[in-house]
């Protein structure tokens, strides 16, 4: 019982994980803001204020549209002064 | 602006020179803080203006830092706002009344033609030769007496980095008399082989002027002649990629192993602590079997970057760029493409978003059309994986067969690139040829400093990358392939019946004309997420379906045994060309504002990767019966 209420947890958090990286960051902003709009609510817990605060942080952060592996150094042809100078 | 009395009418001074001749350096020391920055009319080019009262007559200095040129026939809207600027043909821009010339001393090949081109429009002049205390020190040699002869206009030192170092410069402003007014310049576009005759000139007037070179720079100079030569040059960059390649294959070996046991060692301990149960099986079949088997190519991404970092810091990748360019032409495309390709050999990403520096759309937009077929370092633990399955690591000459297909397919994923780009070129996005205008760096030492930090960079990158996204991808995957659990008296493996079985099933309706079996088709699903994962995925997948121990370090073995060659084969032309990651196609649509651009590039890339998985599947199958 508690080995199959582990792995449902794990099996979800993967899921939601891989969906939140996935998802455009547009879409995460949108599912931020609802929550917030959620949490705004009269009755809503104050964690969910937190963590509504915490989604719209990470809704903007690397993800969706780019890439993890992304931040390859591109070649660059030149390391002199500043361009333009 | 200070608030001195001025006793004579402002200069309206121009600043020009090329690129990284220290001439935005030099208008600071100028005007310090008295800068306004803005716009020229109409376009994003920046427009810098000053204003400093000179120390002796307290004549007031209106000073405008140009945007950089390499001559006034432009290549670039920064280098065609300079022309227009000095030739009066900007409006509400009049003439500037004197130019000072910024020079690197230290470069002056590069930069008299632009002093050349300038002295004959007949602009009132000085030269600024600066970075003068850096060209001493480096050893060359210069007479300013015989140079100022030469050109027939004044020539000043100048180090715009150190405190004073505009005296010379303030000192020969101070002299002049006031130039006057000047009305817009008459000015045609040099031919070819006016543009000849000023490199010639260029030469007579700094061997006249007993300009030398230090040695060091002489030989440098040799060595391009070597690497730069048509037909060396091609040569020696076709070795050093080929090079890089048997060393992705034979330098990874050891560490490979040494991961592949820690992964081993760590399945086997979890096999040995937990009772046979989901958990067991989600940690075991999932977590090692998915993303340890991906980890094991850590090595190998590691070699490759080693090299791109040391070919970067060297000075080399330019160089290559000036090599290939001619190809690119060739083919329809800009020069100023190459960066944006060579990035994509990381990833498309970055090489997507490097395509801003092309100006022209079509250019642009042909450019991000072929990117994603670089082949991605994401796309190296696929390859490494069928190479290490079906390829013998065996000597052919002096290089390994391994490394040699591994070669083959990276120049495969180039060939492909360039046809396309044949394509769109003379159809849908046709223009005009615009060349590469590179300034090459200096060679390089690279920098032990750089190469650890670039491939600890790169570590962390990776194993993130298989920490967080691989890793919940495969847990999900292992999830869809372990339910639901088999009806009574099934008689197959459990995953047959499973979600994933029954997807992987549908699947290969789709692609069993490539040769595909249930467990490929399935592991290209994930595989749109990130290319990587289709190896986790198969190791997942055949975790599941079979009583083996130790998938994550006998992934290549199983697949060895259960696909033919024909199949290896066809899946490695299907990765050359597959269609993007998700977030390839994410970028492009934000980059091209469309999503046109994205449906036609998974379109075209689907039809590529088919078409030629198809072609080998049946070819291979043909001569290999």
Not at chain 1, 4 to 26: D, T
Not at chain 2, 355 to 384: E, F, G, H, K, Q
Not at chain 2, 395 to 405: A, E, I, R, T, Y
Not at chain 2, 615 to 621: D, F
Request: glycine letters at 8%; proline letters at 7%.
């Amino acid at each position: 019982m508690l080995e199959g209420l582990i792995v449902a947890i794990v099996v979800l958090a993967a899921s939601a994980y891989a969906a939140w990286a996935l998802m455009p960051v547009s879409a995460r902003l949108q599912l931020a803001r609802t929550v917030a709009g959620i949490a705004g609510g009269p009755a809503a817990p104050p964690w969910l204020g937190r963590l509504a605060a915490r989604l719209e942080r990470a809704a903007l952060r690397r993800g969706g549209g780019q890439c993890a592996a992304c931040d390859a150094r591109p070649a660059a042809p030149d390391r002199r002064p500043p361009a333009g100078g | 602006m200070t608030a001195h009395a001025h006793t004579l009418d402002p200069m309206r001074v121009a600043l020009v020179g090329v690129p990284n001749s220290g001439k935005t350096a030099l208008f600071n020391r100028l005007t310090g803080s008295r800068q306004k920055v803005a716009n020229y009319a109409g376009v994003t080019v920046e427009r810098k203006e000053g204003a400093f009262v000179g120390p002796h007559r307290q004549r007031l200095y209106r000073v405008l830092d140009l945007p950089g040129a390499y001559s006034l026939t432009p290549t670039t809207l920064d280098e065609a706002i300079t022309r227009d600027f000095l030739l009066g043909r900007l409006a509400d821009e009049p003439a500037p009344e004197f130019v000072v010339c910024v020079v690197d001393a230290t470069n002056l090949r590069l930069n008299l033609r632009l002093v050349l081109e300038l002295r004959d429009l007949g602009v009132p002049m000085v030269v600024a030769l600066n970075m003068s205390d850096l060209a001493e020190s480096r050893g060359y040699r210069l007479d300013h007496a015989l140079l100022e002869r030469e050109l027939g206009v004044p020539v000043v030192e100048t180090i715009a980095v150190e405190h004073g170092g505009d005296r010379h410069l303030l000192e020969k402003l101070e002299s002049l008399p006031h130039p006057g007014p000047r009305l817009p310049a008459a000015w045609s576009e040099p031919s070819f082989e006016q543009i000849q005759r000023t490199h010639r000139e260029v030469r007579r007037i700094l061997q006249a002027a007993g300009y030398i070179e230090p040695l060091r720079q002489r030989a440098l100079s040799r060595l391009d002649e070597v690497v730069l030569h048509p037909i060396a040059g091609p040569a020696i960059l076709a070795a050093v990629l080929f090079f890089v390649f048997q060393a992705v294959f034979s330098w990874a070996a050891v560490p490979m192993a040494l991961i592949d046991h820690a992964v081993s060692w760590t399945g086997g301990l979890i096999r040995q602590s937990l009772p046979d149960g989901l958990l067991r099986s989600l940690l075991v079949d999932g977590v090692i079997g998915g993303a340890g088997s991906v980890l094991v190519f850590l090595p190998q991404i590691l070699i490759l970057f080693l090299f791109i970092i040391a070919l970067e810091d060297s000075g080399y990748l330019p160089r290559a760029a000036y090599l290939l360019d001619r190809l690119m032409g060739s083919v329809g495309l800009s020069g100023r493409a190459f960066i944006p390709l060579l990035s994509s050999f990381a990833c498309a990403v970055p090489g997507i978003m490097a395509t801003r520096t092309i100006p022209n759309l079509r250019d642009r937009l042909a450019t991000i059309m072929i990117a994603p077929l670089m082949t991605c370092s994401a796309r190296l633990p696929v390859y490494a994986l069928i190479i290490a399955a079906f390829i013998s690591n065996r000597p052919v000459g002096p290089f390994n067969l391994q490394g040699l297909v591994l070669f083959t397919l990276y120049v495969a994923g180039i060939l492909a690139a360039m046809a396309v780009a044949y394509l769109l070129k003379r159809t849908a996005l046709r223009t005009a040829y615009h060349p590469l205008l590179l300034e090459l760096p200096e060679y390089h030492w690279p920098h032990v400093n750089n190469l650890l930090i670039g491939l600890w960079e790169r570590a962390k990158v990776f194993v993130r990358r298989v920490g967080t996204i691989i890793l919940a991808l495969m847990i999900v995957l292992w999830f869809l392939s372990s339910f639901p659990t088999p009806p009574p008296g099934a008689t197959g493996p459990p995953i047959v019946y499973s979600f994933a079985g029954m997807l992987g099933r549908a699947l290969e309706h789709v692609f069993a004309p490539l040769g595909f079996n249930w467990q490929i088709s399935l592991a290209l699903v994930p595989g749109l997420a990130a290319r990587e994962v289709v190896v986790g995925a198969l190791g997942t997948v055949y975790s599941l379906s079979t009583s083996a121990h130790d998938v994550a370090s006998t992934l290549a073995p199983m697949v060895a045994q259960t696909w033919s060659l024909a199949t290896a084969l066809s899946l490695l032309a299907w990765y050359v060309f597959a269609p993007q990651c998700l977030s390839t196609l994410v970028v492009v649509k934000r980059e091209s504002n469309s999503w046109r651009y994205p449906l036609f590039m998974v379109a075209y890339l689907f039809a590529l990767a088919y078409g030629a998985s198809f072609i080998t599947y049946r070819v291979a199958s043909a001569l290999l019966g």
